[in-house]
């Protein structure tokens, strides 16, 4: 294979001036498509769903509830944010480092691997042979082709993160960049060293119970719980680093963040990579086939260094932010840099609203219920899918919606369409998904089940009456629900839209229709910047520091933190003695 | 930043070594599946499995 | 001093000590981490709430003989077709989780200690006890053995929240505590402790 590039197999971005190699691009948009369609069927799945468990509309039958759950599970989960991972390797690896894809004919394979096997899975389960919702925990049975199109999936995407390392190689080979990788390539290396660690375990699960389906060897229920869950929660740690990643990436296309210190930012990262993995274990707390040691051990992602990164993001990005916008002479007061912000810019109040919903509802409702005790009273009540409604909706697909918004322009190279609709769209999906979050982390704390048809009970044999908040609670998560998913279709609109019929973007960019700020005037800092920024770094300021405004709202944050958690040990100490 | 641009890496100041571990990722990936087998999957395969059988008078 | 964003390479040596700002909020969030992780082991030592419990392997049709036994000694009614059983204080009690239904029903006495066996004999169940919002996962071929004292009298229902399959909606058992000296709770008085069940 040769390793000759034409220059004409690149371009280079009139707005970044990075060479973007075709194939790379080509990779990317191929991948945002796949994304775009898995949440499109994961979307229809969810207002099917969430209207169901609205008991007053209750709309869909008992198999067919369980059934759409199952595909809502996957499609979003794995397909839509799998597909756009992709999509983002390849982007912080060839893109951001003006580098050629690292053999560009395999990864194509792996995409269309990605697709078909994806396709045979939706096939399986919108005919009713994998009733076994996302978790597929054995020994509930699937269709043995179930189990073989995400074998199938799950290598495609092993072999894309192969192929960022390789390009990551080559592109240190070939001396397309100097010094270390960005921040942001970093951030997706950190997702691509998680992803091995998932899909490991993924094979290590999925081909025995592939197996088992077709009668061929026996597999423990407990020991695919938990080698499931390596692969279950895990791929929501890729999820995590990806997310932070697309918020140093927008920080600095919308703003101009900064970074504050590469070593601090690093070893957070560094920190993920070594300890988020083990978290897997919040999902077997209650489970007896481990121990209190493991439990405690796994669940604090040894000792809660991974928690420890988490917070650590949690300022360097706001912070990163405030900087950017003070060098940019938005510095008045304590918080003149966000009021003045863009927040007309989607790919900004995406970016924001994900930090802000993901840390504040999600980090914290994690921490506290994946404590080993805390979670006896949260172990699949609604308050689970309210903790991660929080964190890889909110959190990390909106991330990914902004981002969007500036791939539309630098990837597509088209406007985007619709553009009044996109700058309103986050708002909506942010809201609506804060309230269903809340709403529905509040019915789990009455015991609200998870995944569950029909809490009226009407065909049980003994009556439950659950306190008469809890109906209020689901009508109102319900409404949010489907505020968020018109957000949702909004954002599908603009997107296909854009890529299929938007108007052709043409260089230079000027303040064109559908184009967000961060692309038609780039953020600049102000020629005095390297001066601005001593100042703001002088030990006159004593210890607010360069970015006052950030470390006031991670107080508030950490404040909120520590009351939630220790009311929930509170609430612990009311029920039964348990030991 | 295109190549042609940049200034290259002084040659007289050492990259310490905090820097020159963090930018291997091949060992950062070791390090990480390492932990992930031993301490999560490897400790609770024998957690499971060590389990004795129930006495049941 | 210069600055550079996320997606520009470093120049350089970057491994450079953090503005004091960034090492105190480090600090402060390491601080909060150790503080967090220290909870854990605090309350299996002075909290009275923990997952620990006695934990085998089992076969399902031991299992299934040994509740049985459990149920004929200690039997005392019937409801919905489900026994009733009322054991001694601090003995072994068992539960069994099939699609779609618990049994036997407990009958339980307030304030005094069991050791409550839970086991599946097909699939993955939820323990979930209403109204106290206890949740264990029930899991087919091992017995977990959980030392509970129940704190007030009830009408308890046991709820199951992990999906079991076509019915699962449908299974619920029930748990009765009677008081310390062994009453039960009247109907009216059980009616408003389920509705008016708080977090």
Redesign the interface.
């Known amino acids: 294979m040769t390793t000759q590039v034409m220059h004409q197999d690149f371009r280079t971005c009139p707005v970044t001036g990075l060479k973007v190699h075709r194939d790379a691009e080509r990779l990317i948009r191929a991948n945002a498509v796949a994304a775009t369609v898995s949440l499109l069927i994961g979307g229809i799945a969810a207002v099917l769903v969430l209207l169901t468990r609205w008991q007053a509309v209750h709309l869909l039958p008992a198999h067919w509830f369980y059934r759409i759950l199952t595909v809502h599970g996957m499609s979003m989960l794995i397909f839509f944010i799998l597909f756009f991972e992709m999509g983002i390797l390849y982007f912080t690896s060839a893109v951001l480092l003006n580098s050629r894809v690292a053999a560009p004919r395999t990864a194509w394979g792996a995409f269309w691997l990605m697709v078909g096997g994806a396709l045979v899975v939706e096939w399986a389960m919108w005919t009713g042979r994998a009733d076994v919702l996302f978790s597929s925990y054995v020994p509930l049975r699937a269709h043995p082709l179930y189990y073989l199109g995400v074998i199938l999936f799950a290598v495609g995407a092993l072999v894309v993160t192969i192929l960022f390392f390789a390009t990551l190689v080559v592109a240190k080979r070939e001396r397309t960049y100097q010094g270390s990788v960005p921040l942001v390539t970093y951030g997706g290396a950190t997702a691509a060293i998680i992803s091995v660690i998932t899909l490991g375990h993924g094979a290590g699960i999925y081909i025995p119970t592939f197996l088992w389906s077709l009668g061929l060897m026996e597999v423990d229920p407990q020991v695919y719980r938990m080698v499931w869950w390596a692969l279950g929660h895990s791929s929501q740690q890729i999820n995590v680093a990806a997310m932070v990643a697309v918020w140093y990436l927008l920080g600095a296309l919308t703003v101009g963040a900064v970074v504050l210190n590469e070593k601090i930012s690093r070893t957070a990262f560094v920190l993920y990579i070594l300890f988020i993995s083990l978290a897997s274990a919040h999902h077997l707390l209650v489970d007896p086939g481990m121990g209190p040691a493991w439990k405690i051990v796994n669940t604090s992602y040894f000792m809660y260094m991974a928690v420890l990164a988490s917070l650590i993001h949690g300022f360097t990005v706001p912070a990163g932010i405030e900087l950017g916008q003070r060098l940019r002479g938005f510095s008045d007061g304590l918080f003149g840099w966000l009021r003045r912000a863009p927040w007309g810019d989607p790919g900004f109040s995406s970016m924001v609203f994900s930090i802000v919903v993901f840390g504040f509802v999600g980090g914290i409702t994690g921490v506290t219920f994946g404590t080993e005790q805390i979670n006896i009273i949260a172990h699949n009540t609604l308050r689970i899918p309210g903790h991660f409604h929080s964190t890889v909706v909110s959190g990390t697909a909106m991330a990914f919606m902004g981002l969007t918004y500036y791939v539309i322009p630098l990837i597509f190279r088209k406007q985007i369409a619709f553009y009044p609709l996109a700058r309103i769209q986050p708002y909506l999906f942010a809201g609506g998904m804060l309230v269903f979050s809340i709403t529905m982390t509040f019915a789990g704390t009455f015991g609200v089940p998870r995944r569950h048809w029909d809490i009226s009970f009407a065909q049980a044999p003994f009556d439950v009456q659950f306190n008469p908040a809890v109906d209020l609670l689901l009508g109102v998560m319900a409404v949010g629900g489907l505020v968020a998913a018109t957000g949702g279709a909004i954002y599908i609109l603009v997107t296909v839209s854009s890529v299929f019929f938007g108007k052709p973007l043409e260089a230079p960019v000027g303040a064109a229709a559908g184009v967000p700020p961060g692309i038609a005037a780039p953020p600049r800092h102000l020629p005095d910047a390297d001066r601005i920024n001593e100042e703001l770094h002088s030990p006159a300021r004593g210890l607010w520091g360069p970015a006052p405004g950030t470390l006031a709202l991670v107080a508030v944050f950490l404040l909120a933190f520590v009351i939630y958690y220790f009311v929930n040990w509170k609430l612990l100490s009311f029920v039964w003695k348990v030991g | 930043m295109p190549p042609e641009q940049d200034p290259a890496t002084d040659p007289a100041e050492p990259i310490p070594l905090g820097q020159r571990f963090f930018d291997n990722w091949l060992l950062l990936m070791v390090l990480g599946i390492a932990i992930m087998l031993v301490v999560f999957t490897g400790w609770g395969l024998y957690e499971i499995t060590s389990l004795k059988p129930a006495p049941l008078p | 001093?210069?600055?550079?964003?996320?997606?520009?390479?470093?120049?350089?040596?970057?491994?450079?000590?953090?503005?004091?700002?960034?090492r105190?909020?480090?600090v402060?969030?390491?601080g909060?981490?150790?503080v967090?992780?220290a909870?854990?082991?605090l309350?299996?030592f002075k909290?009275?709430?923990?997952?620990?419990?006695v934990?085998?392997?089992?076969k399902p049709a031991?299992?299934m003989r040994?509740t049985q036994e459990f149920i004929a000694a200690y039997k005392v009614g019937i409801d919905?077709?489900?026994p009733i059983v009322e054991p001694p204080p601090g003995s072994?009690i068992y539960l069994i989780g099939l699609s779609f239904?618990w049994q036997p029903i407990l009958k339980l006495r307030q304030g005094t200690?069991y050791t409550l066996?839970?086991s599946s004999l097909?699939?993955?169940h939820?323990f979930?006890?209403?109204?106290?919002?206890?949740?264990?996962?029930v899991?087919?071929?091992?017995?977990?053995g959980?030392?509970?004292?129940?704190?007030e009298a009830g009408d308890l229902?046991i709820?199951?929240?992990?999906?079991?399959?076509?019915g699962?909606?449908?299974?619920?058992?029930?748990v009765i505590v009677t008081d310390s000296a062994g009453r039960e709770v009247a109907a009216a008085e059980r009616?408003a402790l389920?509705?008016?069940?708080?977090?």
């Not at chain 3, 899991?139 to 977990?144: F, I, N, S």
């Open positions: 001093m210069e600055t550079h964003t996320g997606i520009e390479s470093p120049k350089g040596v970057w491994w450079k000590r953090a503005h004091p700002t960034e105190m909020w480090v402060i969030a390491f909060w981490c150790m967090l992780f909870m854990m082991p309350w299996h909290g009275g709430q923990n997952p620990a419990g934990r085998y392997r089992v031991d299992y040994r919905q077709g489900i072994d239904a200690e066996h839970l097909d699939v993955n939820g979930s006890l209403y109204p106290m919002n206890i949740n264990f996962q899991v087919p071929g091992y017995d977990y959980l030392r509970v004292t129940p704190t229902r709820v199951c929240n992990e999906f079991c399959g076509i699962h909606h449908t299974m619920v058992g029930r009616a389920t509705r008016e069940a708080t977090p």
